[in-house]
């Protein structure tokens, strides 16, 4: 029996929590923590809305969830590496596996090089494994775009472009990302880092160029282009009025040699339709045998990364130790059996 721990429950963590409890059998899901003071002392089932029941109280302590011996430990808590170095040492400390939500924590050799070779070390001492993945990071611009590449003869040039719809973030990953500024607001939280947009371009960029052995000339460049509402447009929290930002275009360019390679162009807003927008996801390989993906309508970024989180424990668990990427991983896939029934070869 797999001893499944869950670190976070925001919007991934419960649906990680809801997705293992109702739809993924041979594991236990052991414990349950969570910085939000409301949910603790409440039962996980209830506060997930899950239909199976279980017997796990929601807590605030990671070393109390870590003292349960889990197996793997699912980290479905914040996206900058450097906030939760101390709680994956901690995992990596007590013997549990960690796949993360984490965008930075999917390739950290380039942003995070000594925290990257410290979890690195630290994993492999330890005999476990960790590793970062959801959508993007994880499948759109890396999983999925190298799989493509596995048809392509010479590759001059990949573009990607993927339209999400983020109206069911909540305000607080809204104003991370973007979302909710005027002008003047949105350019001043870009320049101090307050607003992030979208993390993890760079971290896909060098997963997909490494892995076609190749290197990047400089660093990954991004651009933001914010969009405004010309109305009033509702959120759940309340109405964001006409001149502030609805969404955003962020785009990640890399160049290979004297030449771009690689573009990636991710467009967040509250209400694609209204702006023209189509929701999907599209990735272009060209060369002498291009290849064209589309993935209509797109691929959820909640439901998705709460799925790459869950069907990826039993390669996580199989794996080598160390500090993985995707890339290092088998293919991930559903699994819908008993778990001690997957092929992992």
Same mark, same amino acid.
């Given at each position: ?45 209830? !506060? #997930?809305? $899950? &239909? ?5 109280? *929601?807590? %605030?302590? @990671?070393?109390?969830? +870590? ?5 793997? !430990? #699912?980290? $479905? &808590? ?5 906030? *939760?170095? %101390?709680? @994956?040492?901690?995992? +990596? ?5 960690? !796949? ?246």
């Amino acid at each position: 029996m797999v001893k499944v721990g869950i670190l976070g429950l925001g919007s991934i963590g419960k649906h990680v929590s809801r997705l293992l409890l109702d739809h993924r059998q041979g594991h236990e899901i052991i414990g349950a923590v969570t910085l939000e003071a409301e949910f603790k002392g409440q039962p996980l089932a209830e !506060v #997930v809305g $899950a &239909s199976e029941q279980s017997n796990v109280i *929601i807590g %605030d302590n @990671l070393e109390e969830l +870590l003292a349960l011996n889990p197996t793997i !430990v #699912v980290d $479905a &808590s914040r996206s900058f590496l450097d906030v *939760i170095e %101390d709680d @994956l040492c901690a995992c +990596l400390n007590a013997g549990a596996n960690v !796949v993360s939500s984490c965008e930075e924590l999917a390739y950290p050799f380039a942003r995070w090089p000594e925290i990257g070779r410290k979890i690195d070390n630290l994993a492999r001492q330890e005999g476990v494994s960790v590793v970062g993945t959801g959508m993007n990071p994880g499948l759109i611009f890396d999983s999925l775009l190298l799989l493509a590449t596995g048809a392509a003869w010479d590759i001059p040039y990949i573009s990607g472009r993927r339209v999400v719809d983020v109206s069911k973030f909540s305000q607080n990953i809204h104003r991370r990302l973007g979302i909710g500024y005027t002008e003047g607001e949105f350019q001043a939280g870009h320049s101090d880092g307050s607003i992030a947009g979208h993390v993890g371009f760079p971290e896909s960029i060098e997963i997909v160029i490494r892995a076609m052995g190749l290197k990047i000339n400089g660093q990954v460049s991004e651009e933001f282009d914010p969009m405004f509402s010309k109305g009033e447009t509702p959120t759940s929290y309340g109405t964001i009025g006409p001149g502030e930002t609805t969404g955003f275009s962020q785009i990640a360019t890399a160049q290979v040699g004297d030449r771009e390679f690689i573009r990636l162009e991710l467009i967040l807003h509250l209400d694609p339709n209204s702006a023209g927008l189509a929701v999907g996801d599209s990735v272009n390989i060209e060369g002498s045998h291009p290849v064209y993906l589309r993935v209509e309508p797109g691929m959820d970024a909640v439901q998705g990364t709460s799925a790459q989180l869950v069907n990826s424990i039993p390669a996580v668990v199989a794996a080598e130790p160390g500090l993985l990427t995707v890339h290092n991983l088998p293919r991930t896939a559903a699994w819908l059996g008993a778990f001690e029934d997957i092929d992992n070869r």
